[in-house]
């Protein structure tokens, strides 16, 4: 009753031959069979009782197979494949050597010359030195005997598989050192340590024991950013076997967890693609993506713990009352390991909010963000510190994305939220955009971009915010209407900000649409095919401070109907538009018309210089140059000086 894995023997073997010997059975049996034919033959084994008990099995390889009868590739396949099984595998290597032996033909004639000289070498070796030490006989003539060499081959068995599976241990066996030294097993090609780990023992419909390692530096494939062409870092094994090392048991944000996975319900003899689809793989996986999340929430508890000195053992001394006293170690604060980490693999947890329904909830509470109230690169803030240190009346978590955090810091949109001390998240990261799609909310708290609209501060009496905003609409009415003319579809609509602190005016976006950050990046995807790019640009609106004196200024230029419109100076059309342009370079958009900018800032620098025409002026006539005479030579005070180590240029020699 074999197995399919033994029937794979004839892929390299034309013929396998199984020698077989029972502990009760006299006879040693034989079972051939040709090229996996339907028939095979037993029969009593010619050797006799070679074995004494046991089973041999030999391949009789096809010509196009002797590779595998190479030690080398044996070698490397029993380690890659059968490293951890019970068994242990021993691989049988050659060696050949030249040792000396003596001559044959001098060998009589030596041995009675031995036997006279053994008397008085036995009498010599009893005598000692006049200092009272032993000195050594050296027969000079034995020396100088002629030696041969000849090639001798010896035999030895190589133990393959020496590394234990360290998983199938009580992990309160195991100690740090042994965990990190398989980790340089399980990741061939690790430098340094593991940042963590996890070892568990999976009970339920399905069983299965599991050893997870999170790295400490990103791998190499990795950096370049596309996670779709790295292959995962677990291995599936079945009953320590090796079944696959790159199998899909993680989902792509945590496909540089390394590690190893061994199930018994697996079966042995199915193909990968079977092996994909199983509910038993199904329910692994599941298990191994909860286990792995907990394994990264604990690593950031407990880093916290430890860099806030939380549970750490502190040196006490008893002062001369006899109290004990804490002693001051210092103020230093100890790294954070969780942050180092994620400071490298921020992306894929991020990943995760994005792609995983299930564990959206635990991998946002892993996220961390530099924001107006943190000082210096080192400081992070969590979602969970944030809403602690949220101010009463606020019930919203306010994100600001961009390019980098000092453009944000210095941005227009900050003003409100630095005059009440509101704290506002920085997200310079493009993946945070799309997250925030995934994530509209964390811990019953709304996620709110300060660079769109609808930002409401709910410290302010509403009612008399109603009454004020309806006051502005109605006194800016003309200004908004005439500004909405002026720049045309550029914009959805002009309306009275509420948030504006020192800028005349901003351009937001849309609540629900891609803010300027989103549309840049967008943009800036290098699969983009162009086409209709509605898709892509953000839904702007105009928001201009009621309380500026650009805005009022202009609203006493613009014109109060139509008929007005004529008599509307250019310099205030210009002003209408440079205004726009600020807005946008403002709110984080490029400026639409580059051409007409131009000009305009052109008219501008123009009526501040006070340039008539802007006409080039004509080209210069410039008068020819003369010939410049060579000088006289000088050599007067040269006296004892050696010319040869002078160049002396164009002078003639006879001048010279």
Known sequence: MFGVGFYSTFLVADRVTVASKHPDDPVQHVW??????????????????????GTEITLHLKEDAGEYANPTRLRALAKHYSEFVTHPLHLRTTEKNMVDVEDEGVEAADADADADSETDADADLDNESEDGGDFEIVDEEEEAKPKKQKEVITFSWEHLNTDPAIWTRSKEDIGSDEYQAFWKVVNKEAQGDAATWSHFDAEGSINFKALVYLPD???PEMQSGNLDEYNGGLSLYVRKVLISDSFDLMPRYLSFVKGVVDSDDLPLNVNRETLQESKIIKIIRKKLIRKTVEM????????EKEADGIGNDKEVEIDSDGNAVEVDEGTDEKPNKYLEWYKKFAPSIKMGVLEDDANRGKLAGLLRYHSSKTENENDYVSLKQYIGRMKDWQDEIYFFSGIS????????????????????????DPIDEYMMNALPEYDGKKFVSISKEGVKFKDEDEDLVKRREKAYEKQFKPLTKWLKKQVGQDVMRISISKRLGRAPA??????????????????????????????????????????????????ELCPRDDDDEGSIPDEAKDAVMMLYDMALLGGGFPISDGKAYTERMTRIMQAQLGVDSTALVAEIDPPEEEEDEAPEPDFEGMDGINLDDFDLGEFEEEDI
């Open 32 to 53: 051939e069979s040709l090229n996996g034919e339907s028939s095979f033959y037993v029969s009593p084994d010619p050797r006799g009782n070679s074995l004494g008990r």
């Open 296 to 303: 990264i929430r604990k690593l950031a508890t407990d880093s």
């Open 405 to 428: 955090e000092t453009e944000m810091e210095h941005s227009q949109f900050m003003d409100k939220f630095q005059e009440k001390d509101v704290e506002v998240l920085y997200f310079t």
């Open 506 to 555: 901003i351009v937001s976006s849309m609540e629900w649409g891609p803010s300027a950050n989103m549309e840049r990046i967008m943009r800036a995807q290098a699969t983009n095919h162009g086409g209709n790019d509605f898709g892509m640009r953000a839904m702007k609106i105009m928001e201009i401070n009621p309380r500026h004196p650009f805005i009022h200024k202009l609203l």
């Open 217 to 219: 530096d990103v791998p």
